[in-house]
């Protein structure tokens, strides 16, 4: 198995972080490049040894080597010239696209690692935080729900970016709990066009760094015990080394700074078919960085997992 050489723009940002610690412990990606806007000539933090340099990320400036992959871990509508740079430079390399940009273009290839075959295309966008573990949440239910799925969500500020704005600031967080895009959140309309039709998402930031935990109600189409659903659930991702299916509610200090995901807590309300379960994913992880990895794995013909666990 030959190793590839990954491209890296947009390593200065918390995804981008993690997604550097991953491949430089990955035995067959080795990150070649790294592209920064606010940090070129500053040495990548690597515990490798790899004397690495970010590079200039400006357009103009921007020097493409032989790369076999490229990782875009841009801000959302920024994607689009390196895109096209890319294609010039190399048509065969292989793009993820971390941002919201293509996740609704028919064009690239949208895959949650878990829920979806092997990468067919060399055009890969990557789902949402919160829309993964909405889906994570949803792939085993869709065909016994009835009318919406109504799920509420908070996430650590660490989602907001680390430029400065008003879903992390410290200040604004401190003994609170902030709401935001309480209708038609972008993650809500992908969750949507990817897994279930009728959907309604409100997201919070809490007063933590990272982790999502997410709490979903569901009207089910029959009666089912807790012991069914579980059941359900744990046969459906029996196979899947990165999901945990347990009767107990998620604690958030169990994923944080992990690949995981736990889903657990089924509870249901007998009289009107109602269930409520909770899921718990680290953002920066499995909610972003995680599932880059794993995408890059499957493009290049391997096992998804390879280089996580």
Same mark, same amino acid.
């Given at each position: 198995?030959?190793?590839?050489?990954?491209?890296?723009?947009?390593?200065?940002?918390?995804?981008?972080?993690?997604?550097?610690?991953?491949?430089?412990?990955?035995?067959?990606?080795?990150?070649?490049?790294?592209?920064?806007?606010?940090?070129?000539?500053?040495?990548?933090?690597?515990?490798?040894?790899?004397?690495?340099?970010?590079?200039?990320?400006?357009?103009?400036?921007?020097?493409?080597?032989?790369?076999?992959?490229?990782?875009?871990a841009?801000p959302?509508?920024?994607s689009?010239?390196?895109?096209?740079?890319?294609?010039?430079?190399?048509?065969?390399?292989?793009?993820?696209?971390?941002?919201?940009?293509?996740?609704?273009?028919?064009?690239?290839?949208?895959?949650?690692?878990?829920?979806?075959?092997?990468?067919?295309?060399?055009?890969?966008s990557?789902?949402?935080?919160?829309?993964?573990?909405?889906?994570?949440?949803?792939?085993? %239910?869709? +065909?016994? @729900?009835? &009318?919406? =799925?109504?799920?509420?969500?908070?996430?650590?500020? $660490?989602?907001? /970016?680390?430029?400065?704005?008003?879903?992390?600031?410290?200040?604004?967080?401190?003994?609170?709990?902030?709401?935001?895009?309480?209708?038609?959140?972008?993650?809500?309309?992908?969750?949507?066009?990817?897994?279930?039709?009728?959907?309604?998402?409100?997201?919070?930031?809490?007063?933590f760094?990272?982790g999502?935990?997410?709490?979903?109600?569901?009207?089910?189409?029959?009666?089912?015990?807790?012991?069914?659903?579980?059941?359900?659930?744990a046969?459906?991702?029996?196979?899947?080394?990165?999901?945990?299916?347990?009767?107990?509610?998620?604690?958030?200090?169990?994923?944080?700074?992990?690949?995981?995901?736990?889903?657990?807590?089924?509870?249901?309300?007998?009289?009107?078919?109602?269930?409520?379960?909770?899921?718990? %994913?680290? +953002?920066? @992880?499995? &909610?972003? =960085?995680?599932?880059?990895?794993?995408?890059?794995? $499957?493009?290049? /013909?391997?096992?998804?997992?390879?280089?996580?666990?």
């Open positions: 198995m030959d190793a590839k050489k990954i491209g890296l723009l947009g390593g200065r940002g918390y995804v981008g972080q993690e997604i550097v610690e991953l491949l430089a412990n990955h035995k067959h990606l080795n990150i070649t490049s790294v592209f920064s806007s606010s940090a070129a000539g500053q040495p990548v933090d690597l515990d490798t040894g790899n004397d690495l340099l970010y590079q200039d990320l400006s357009i103009d400036k921007i020097d493409l080597s032989d790369e076999d992959a490229f990782i875009l841009l959302n509508n920024e689009q010239d390196y895109i096209d740079l890319i294609h010039r430079h190399n048509p065969k390399a292989i793009i993820i696209d971390l941002s919201s940009d293509h996740r609704f273009d028919d064009a690239w290839e949208y895959r949650v690692p878990e829920l979806c075959e092997k990468v067919q295309s060399s055009k890969i990557n789902p949402g935080c919160y829309a993964s573990a909405m889906q994570f949440m949803l792939a085993p %239910l869709k +065909n016994i @729900l009835v &009318g919406p =799925a109504n799920l509420y969500g908070i996430s650590g500020y $660490s989602g907001a /970016g680390a430029t400065p704005n008003a879903r992390n600031d410290q200040e604004a967080l401190k003994d609170s709990v902030l709401p935001y895009s309480l209708v038609s959140h972008l993650h809500e309309k992908e969750v949507k066009a990817h897994s279930y039709p009728k959907i309604l998402f409100t997201p919070h930031v809490g007063n760094f990272r999502i935990m997410m709490t979903g109600n569901f009207i089910l189409s029959e009666p089912m015990s807790s012991d069914e659903i579980y059941n359900l659930f046969e459906y991702y029996d196979s899947m080394q990165l999901i945990c299916i347990q009767q107990e509610l998620p604690k958030l200090q169990d994923v944080q700074n992990t690949s995981n995901v736990i889903i657990g807590g089924f509870t249901v309300d007998q009289e009107i078919k109602r269930l409520t379960f909770c899921c718990a %994913l680290d +953002n920066l @992880l499995k &909610g972003a =960085a995680t599932q880059t990895v794993q995408n890059l794995n $499957s493009a290049f /013909g391997w096992e998804d997992n390879l280089g996580i666990i």
